[in-house]
């Protein structure tokens, strides 16, 4: 069973960043591709980004987050990356990471196996 864990969540003012980070155990994380969602009070798991296994050379954003946020990878650090900056407070959730079934990029949950358990990014305005 693979663990994911997430950290680099906390509070900030709109503008700023936060850098997340989700380590990931096991052999096999090179090889398939990595997600973040994001879930706010009251409302449906949410699709953010996503970066293709191997080389990480595909990526895919939601349109709300396009251009201000990056994902990237390190994958003899076993880790993912989720760079947020321009933070707006509708950013504010509990961020998860998530690991596919696939070495594509995919952005609907039923393609993702694994889960964290959440970092929360709160965004004042």
């Known amino acids: 069973q693979v663990q994911l864990v997430e950290s680099g969540g906390g509070l900030v003012q709109a503008g700023g960043s936060l850098r997340l980070s989700c380590t990931a155990s096991g052999r096999f994380f090179s090889s398939v591709a990595m997600g973040w969602f994001r879930q706010a009070p009251g409302k449906e798991r949410e699709f953010v980004a996503a970066?293709?296994?191997?080389?990480?050379?595909?990526?895919y954003y939601a349109d709300s987050v396009k251009g201000r946020f990056t994902i990237s990878r390190d994958n003899a650090k076993n880790t993912v990356y989720l760079q947020m900056n321009s933070l707006k407070p509708e950013d504010t959730a509990v961020y998860y990471c998530?690991?596919?079934?696939?070495?594509?990029?995919?952005?609907?949950?039923?393609?993702?196996?694994?889960w964290g358990q959440g970092t929360q990014v709160t965004v004042s305005s």
């Open positions: 970066i293709s296994g191997w080389t990480g050379g595909s990526t």
């Open positions: 998530t690991q596919a079934v696939t070495p594509n990029v995919v952005t609907t949950v039923t393609h993702f196996r694994s």
